[in-house]
């Protein structure tokens, strides 16, 4: 909402601040003010002039030398402009002063600077200006000439300030009007606000159009079919309309709200509009067939051409105006083209009405058009406003003389008054405040909003036009606003101590981030919503059930309308921008959820799995991805043997390099190198590794607690073990048969050398272990040892593997 | 047989001094006060001293041998301390190479804020909890006294997956959960990632991260609300930080409002940050609404509490001076490197 600073003091006469004080004081009473224009910022001394002579230039002939009686004093002025005549007013801008911007419209911050200078060899001192130049528009100004200088009435005097004649010694604040204030969408709201915020007087305009010895049900009628969507309709005739320019204040108040002048009929509508929040239409009543207005439902199937031209489809939850043979406008967003105002109206029809807010609001979203009326309408106004909005515009049109006002209104009114009451409680008011603001005083800001008090039941009375008001938490915001949100006081909340804590769950993830990020890892974020076009990415199967996803029904477009099932994608998109970035040897890892929906379609909640995923290419390989998984697990207490099953069927992973994470029974995870045509399919050329953790496994299986087990005291014995293995025997074969032969006395056993190569025959590699036994309680003997180690070494043979040296 | 000692005296110090090295001092030892020493010599032709004069004697030659070694001892010391400091002048290294480091990850501003954060509160006695971030509309909405077509449901963009599950647009649903729970006093935050149907600017994502706080307890004040967002934002932005309340609409909140901070670059005075104004909006907050109570089953006339949100982005892009939202989002390390 965009209002002119006169606008408000023309209703709060007593105002007078500067606009830095009117914003901050407005902000801090709850009117938010987002900024504040001053239309003469840009512009400095400009005045009014008087062409006494104007002549030809003697070295150019598309310019003219003129004489300019600026009061008291003449001025030499050369000018380009062929509008000018002997005789005219027009505005001047002296030597030392500043305009807005060039003819062309285009201003410049801070305005352009006047110099005295010389054209084509002749002394200019100032410069006549057109509208451009005094950073407005023929728009706003619609009696500003097609192209040339502006051209002041004669009424006006030589060398007074031409910005004040012209309607720019003024500011345009623009407010942020929260959706529960429909009252302050109208500048008397906002002047309400002002008048209480700066404890002056708020006095509205006195309307009162009793209109001529007719009356209007003479002339026409006035059905409202469904009360429901249409709680009051109100309309008044005006006859022998005389159609022209509205006087120059209005134009000036509508041009400075934004609005574009058109005559003074369209102007009457907008201004009220403007100045009440209440939206207005006029029929031509010529258009309306029988002198009727029907107000009901539209038919299934139904167009009609609303008056942009759009043919528009119906259907039977939106309101329809009708006349006796046709609809002539939707109701609250937009009037049809049949009943258009013509040039030549000789009488209209006034609607002012209410409407069902949330009819409107549906209505318009269907037809995909939103007006202003509806974006006011939406919010569900005031049905107390119709007849008041209603005189004030009949007001106008007498006093423009812009017609006849036809005596008597239609009003049929199916709203119910809510004459709220609330129970005034100063002291709970002062409770939930933390305040200990007098009676008096809180009844002093309530009256000042125009709310009634009654003392006899101690019940504050609310206006119709503050719908918001509802309980005693909503009188406390009131008191508290005026008393000042800065005067509150400042405590803690007191009560009963709680504990301050992470849950389990964060916390096991705030060690897994340290982990990830001590191994190198950085965190990224990607969206939860995806593309279906993933899964073909990724490779997934075509029946897998990763691929039936919960879909968002009002996506952003189809590449976000997907909740993802699986995190690859987004750590593998992180990596190919990196990649593309030239970025070297990079290591991500996100956490964040997946959802899996319980049944298609969705009916439930989904499961929202917390995934940490983890991707690199680079410097380090599988091995490193695995060495992370084991430090974390460590980290996290989970002690127990981690099974990594390269039967993980992963068609997204190298099938050679990968595996599952499996512990304590669960799969837990897994890892793997990404198989070359899923990188293909991110455009990344390195060998890329990924791994993934199921963190609702992690959580359940994870340990806080530590216990100290003693520092061993009897020496430990070492045995080496050096192996020429088959290939495809995995060292993990090699590790059970240790552990189990080795029994209770094997206290570890440990890789030390894996090679393949020259010294190695074909399909073999050399492997070296040791095995490291203990006993808690004696020092080993070598014959214990032998024994065991003699086990083993038979157990080895029989997979095949043979001992060195 | 006194002239004798001194001479060997004179001869054994002569010698320490001139040697040149270490092992000449060895020889030097030997030759003075090893077995066939010179000194020993002496001890050795003690027989033929007079019974009367051997303590003398013996004690002349005992000083003797004990001032050679003392001097053998000093100059011994002195010469390894400067073999020492030799080696240690050789052993040059170029500090100003690179260390050689792990090279450790970085956490994503958006933790390192929220973290902040969630120190600022777990201090206070504030427990962190989380919610479904796929929600049912009534948490959403409904519950938080925005009734079916309400207004205020269509200024947030909601993403839904039907009529009634939609992807959640505020991590205010977890208070009512949390509420509805019923374990009162209540002090938490939760933090968490929402949805709103934005396109994708340098303002704007449409998914990002709120951090609710919930405060419900007998007695619970807007003056509470006041002191605990003024105590956090000093923490938060430094102990200058001013905060203003303005009055504003939230449908879960009455009274409401909105809290300005003085912005912790120029400190107010007005800056590009700032856009010049001295204050940035960081948050919205107000006391919990009792309808709100009610529904999640709370007596609003015995209870009362307070609700705030935060944009995590905001504070993140704020405190970090980051000048674009969708670099939170595309993880290019040179940029997840600089925290």
New interface residues.
């Given amino acids: 909402m965009k209002t002119p600073l006169s606008w408000i003091k023309a209703y709060v006469p007593d105002l007078s601040v500067t606009n830095q004080e009117y914003m901050d004081a407005m902000?801090?009473?709850?009117t938010?003010v987002e900024g504040y224009t001053a239309l003469d910022a840009d512009l400095d001394k400009i005045v009014v002039g008087q062409l006494i002579k104007i002549e030809r230039h003697p070295d150019a002939d598309k310019l003219v030398v003129c004489q300019v009686d600026i009061g008291g004093e003449t001025i030499q002025i050369v000018t380009g402009a062929r509008n000018v005549k002997e005789g005219q007013k027009v505005p001047v801008v002296l030597v030392g002063g500043r305009v807005a911007g060039g003819h062309d419209g285009n201003t410049v911050t801070g305005g352009i600077k006047i110099k005295k200078g010389k054209l084509r060899g002749v002394e200019s001192s100032g410069m006549l200006c057109s509208i451009e130049e005094l950073g407005s528009t023929k728009e706003m100004y619609p009696d500003a000439p097609e192209d040339g200088i502006y051209i002041l009435g004669d009424d006006t005097k030589v060398g007074e300030d031409a910005l004040a004649l012209l309607g720019l010694r003024d500011s345009v604040f623009e407010y942020e009007v929260?959706?529960?204030?429909v009252d302050c969408f109208g500048v008397l709201g906002i002047a309400r606000e002002a008048a209480a915020t700066f404890g002056k007087e708020f006095i509205p305009p006195v309307v009162e159009t009793k209109g001529n010895a007719e009356n209007v049900r003479d002339y026409v009628s006035v059905e409202v079919l469904d009360g429901e969507l249409c709680p009051r309709f109100c309309a008044r005739m005006v006859k022998n309309i005389k159609i022209g320019p509205s006087p120059v204040w209005m134009q000036r108040r509508l041009a400075a709200a934004g609005i574009r002048p058109i005559n003074n009929i369209v102007d009457i509508t907008n201004y009220v509009m403007e100045e009440y929040g209440q939206p207005m239409h006029a029929y031509d009543l010529e258009t309306l067939a029988g002198n009727r207005i029907i107000v009901k439902r539209a038919q299934n199937g139904e167009t009609f051409q609303t008056l942009d031209g759009t043919l528009r489809n119906l259907d039977d939850e939106m309101l329809m105006i009708c006349d006796g043979e046709k609809a002539v406008g939707i109701a609250g967003i937009m009037g049809g083209e049949n009943s258009k105002i013509r040039d030549d109206v000789s009488t209209i029809l006034f609607e002012s009405a209410c409407f069902d807010?949330?009819n409107v609001?549906?209505s318009g979203k269907r037809l995909g058009l939103r007006t202003d009326a509806s974006g006011k309408f939406?919010?569900?106004l005031d049905p107390q406003n119709c007849p008041a909005a209603l005189d004030r515009a009949c007001q106008l049109i007498e006093e423009l003389g812009a017609g006849e006002v036809v005596g008597g209104m239609l009003d049929v009114d199916n709203s119910m008054p809510k004459n709220t009451r609330i129970p005034f409680d100063p002291a709970k008011i002062n409770?939930?405040?933390?305040?200990e603001i007098s009676t008096e005083k809180m009844l002093s800001y309530l009256t000042r909003i125009d709310l009634g008090y009654d003392s006899t039941v101690q019940e504050i009375l609310v206006p119709s036009f503050r719908q918001d008001l509802e309980?005693?938490?909503?009188i406390?915001?009131e008191v508290?606003?005026f008393y000042g949100?800065?005067n509150?006081?400042?405590?803690?909340?007191?009560?009963?101590?709680?504990?301050?804590?992470?849950?389990r769950?964060?916390r096991i993830e705030g060690i897994t981030?340290n982990v990830?990020?001590?191994?190198?890892?950085?965190?990224?974020?990607?969206?939860?919503?995806e593309s279906p076009k993933v899964f073909d990415k990724l490779v997934i199967p075509q029946d897998s059930d990763l691929r039936r996803p919960?879909?968002?029904?009002?996506?952003?477009g189809e590449d976000?309308s997907i909740?993802r099932t699986i995190s690859l994608n987004g750590i593998l998109s992180?990596l190919a921008?990196?990649y593309n970035?030239r970025?070297k040897?990079?290591?991500?890892?996100e956490l964040?959820?997946i959802?899996l929906p319980k049944q298609i379609?969705?009916?439930e909640?989904?499961q929202?799995r917390m995934q940490l995923t983890l991707g690199m290419y680079g410097k380090g390989d599988f091995f490193d991805l695995k060495g992370f998984v084991e430090e974390l697990l460590e980290r996290l207490g989970m002690n127990k043997k981690t099974v990594y099953n390269p039967e993980a069927g992963k068609t997204f992973l190298h099938p050679r390099k990968q595996a599952l994470v499996q512990y304590d029974g669960a799969v837990i995870g897994y890892l793997g190198e990404v198989h070359p045509e899923v990188a293909d399919n991110y455009g990344i050329k390195e060998r890329t590794y990924v791994a993934v953790l199921d963190m609702p496994e992690i959580y359940d299986r994870a340990s806080f607690d530590r216990k100290y087990s003693g520092v061993a005291k009897y020496p430990a014995v070492t045995r080496d073990l050096s192996m020429v293995v088959p290939k495809e025997i995995f060292v993990s074969r090699i590790e059970e048969v240790i552990e189990k032969r080795g029994g209770k006395l094997l206290e570890s056993c440990k890789l030390f050398d894996i090679y393949e190569g020259s010294q190695i025959k074909e399909n073999y590699k050399s492997v070296a272990y040791s095995a490291i036994f203990r006993a808690q309680d004696r020092t080993l003997e070598d014959k214990e040892i032998s024994g065991i180690m003699e086990k083993i070494i038979e157990d080895l043979k029989a997979l095949g593997i043979e001992l060195r040296g | 047989m006194k002239e004798l000692l001194k001479a060997i005296r004179e001869e054994a110090i002569s010698q320490i001094i001139n040697a040149e090295n270490s092992e000449k001092l060895n020889e030097i030892k030997v030759a003075f006060l090893g077995k066939k020493g010179k000194l020993t010599e002496v001890l050795k032709s003690m027989k033929d001293v007079p019974q009367e004069d051997r303590p003398k004697v013996g004690q002349l030659v005992n000083d003797a041998r004990v001032e050679i070694e003392t001097r053998l001892e000093e100059v011994i010391s002195r010469k390894l301390k400067e073999q020492r400091e030799e080696r240690l002048q050789s052993e040059i290294i170029d500090v100003t190479l690179p260390g050689r480091r792990n090279q450790t990850g970085h956490s994503h501003p958006n933790t390192i804020a929220l973290e902040e954060v969630e120190r600022i509160f777990v201090g206070m006695g504030y427990e962190v909890v989380e919610g479904p971030e796929i929600e049912f509309d009534y948490y959403n909405f409904e519950a938080l006294n925005i009734p079916a077509d309400h207004p205020a449901k269509d200024e947030q963009d909601t993403f839904y997956i039907n009529k009634d599950i939609v992807l959640r647009t505020q991590t205010s649903p977890v208070q009512v959960r949390v509420m509805e729970e019923g374990n009162l006093p209540i002090r938490m935050i939760a933090p968490g990632r929402v949805f709103r149907s934005d396109e994708v600017d340098a303002t704007h994502s449409p998914s990002f991260h709120q951090i609710e706080g919930l405060v419900i307890d007998k007695n619970v004040t807007f003056a509470d609300l006041k002191g605990t967002l003024e105590l956090f934002a000093k923490e938060l932005f430094g102990e200058d930080t001013k905060v203003k309340f303005r009055p504003h609409h939230f449908q879960f909140t009455e009274p409401s409002a909105e809290v300005d901070v003085t912005c912790f670059k120029c400190g107010g005075k007005g800056c590009r940050m700032c856009k010049g104004e001295g204050w940035i909006e960081i948050l919205g907050c107000g006391m919990v609404h009792p309808n709100v109570l009610r529904m999640s089953g709370i007596d609003p006339e015995v209870y009362s509490g307070f609700a705030f949100g935060v944009g995590l982005e905001r504070i993140a892009l704020l405190k970090y001076e980051i000048d674009d939202m969708r670099l939170l989002y595309e993880n290019d390390i040179r940029f997840l490197r600089q925290f």
């Fill in positions: 902000t801090l009473s709850g938010k929260t959706s529960n204030r807010g949330t609001r549906r939406e919010k569900g409770a939930l405040l933390g305040t309980c005693m938490a909503d406390a915001e508290a606003r949100y800065d509150i006081p400042t405590t803690l909340p007191g009560g009963e101590t709680t504990v301050g804590r992470l849950s769950k964060l981030r990830a990020e001590y191994c190198g890892f950085s965190q990224g974020m990607c969206y939860s919503f919960v879909v968002i029904t009002n996506p952003l976000y909740m992180s921008t990196n970035q970025n040897d990079v290591r991500l890892y964040g959820n959802y379609p969705v009916t909640l989904p929202e």
